[in-house]
C-alpha cells in the first residue's frame, strides 16, 4: 500500500515561531504536494513539486516556503507563523508515470497546525 | 478562472440514495475525480471518469458526466452510516498540472 506520512498529527505553535511541516512518502513518486484545508474553502494548493530540488507555487504560497532536497520527502515551511496560518495542513503525492491515471494523488493523514 | 463548484450539504436517511453535483469550468479536463474525506483522515480517490464517457458504475457508486453543461453527478445508492465523509469533485485542466479541488459536500447519513 501507498504510504504518505506526515510527521505530526497536532501541532501547537506561537506566533512568529519557524514551523517545519515533514511529509515522506515511500513509493517512489515523483510529485509531491502541499494543500490547507480550511471548513468552507475546501483545499487551496501551496505548493508542489515536480522533482528533486524543483517545486512551483501554487495559488497561496505567501508566507510559505517548500523544500525537497529527497525524492521521498518535501518539507513545508512558515518562516514566521502568523494566526492566520491556523488550518489543517495536507500532503500528497502521485506518480508522474502515463498510466490511467496519472493524477491520482495519495494523501497524508493531515496535520492540525494551531498558532497561537 | 479555473472553478469547480459544489453544494456544501447533503442530507440523506440511511438505504436512501445520495447525489453529490458538481460543475467544473475547463472543458479540455480529461479526467474527473471523485475524492472521499472520512473524519480525521486525508483524502482518497473514490473513483474517476474519462472525458469521452458519459457513465461509469462502480458497485453502488454511479458517475454521470454531462460535459456540454460541465457536470458531473456522484450517485450513491443504499447509503450507509459509514458513507457519511465530505466529498471533493475535481478536474484536471491540463495534464501535469495540479489538480482543482472543489470546496466539498458534506455528506451525513442518518439512521
Known amino acids: 500500500d501507498v504510504k504518505v506520512t506526515q510527521s505530526s498529527r497536532y501541532l501547537v505553535k506561537r506566533t512568529g515561531e519557524k514551523v517545519f511541516l515533514e511529509c515522506v512518502q515511500d513509493?517512489?513518486?515523483?510529485?509531491m504536494f502541499w494543500y490547507r484545508q480550511d471548513p468552507g474553502l475546501g483545499l487551496r494548493l501551496i505548493y508542489f513539486?515536480?522533482?528533486?530540488?524543483?517545486?512551483e507555487k501554487g495559488d497561496i504560497p505567501e508566507g510559505y516556503s517548500v523544500s525537497r532536497e529527497k525524492k521521498e520527502r518535501f518539507s513545508l515551511i512558515l518562516e514566521s507563523a502568523s494566526t492566520n496560518q491556523t488550518s489543517m495542513y495536507l500532503c500528497a503525492s502521485s506518480s508522474a508515470g502515463t498510466g490511467l491515471i496519472n493524477e491520482k494523488l495519495f494523501f497524508g493523514s493531515g496535520t492540525q497546525l494551531s498558532v497561537l | 478562472g479555473e472553478d469547480v463548484e459544489q453544494s456544501l450539504f447533503l442530507s440523506v436517511r440511511e438505504g436512501d440514495s445520495s447525489v453529490i453535483n458538481c460543475t467544473y469550468t475547463d472543458s479540455s479536463s480529461t479526467y474527473l475525480y471523485w475524492y472521499k474525506q472520512e473524519p480525521g483522515a486525508g483524502l482518497q480517490l473514490l473513483t474517476y471518469?474519462?472525458?469521452?464517457?458519459d457513465m461509469k458504475q462502480d458497485q453502488r457508486l454511479t458517475v454521470l458526466l454531462n460535459k456540454k453543461d460541465k457536470h458531473l453527478s456522484l450517485r450513491i445508492a443504499d447509503t450507509q452510516t459509514g458513507d457519511s465523509a465530505i466529498y471533493f469533485c475535481a478536474e484536471n485542466p491540463q495534464a501535469g498540472t495540479a489538480l482543482i479541488f472543489g470546496k466539498g459536500t458534506t455528506l451525513s447519513v442518518s439512521s
Open positions: 471518469i474519462f472525458s469521452n464517457m
Open positions: 513539486s515536480y522533482d528533486v530540488k524543483m517545486k
Open positions: 513509493m517512489d513518486h515523483e510529485n
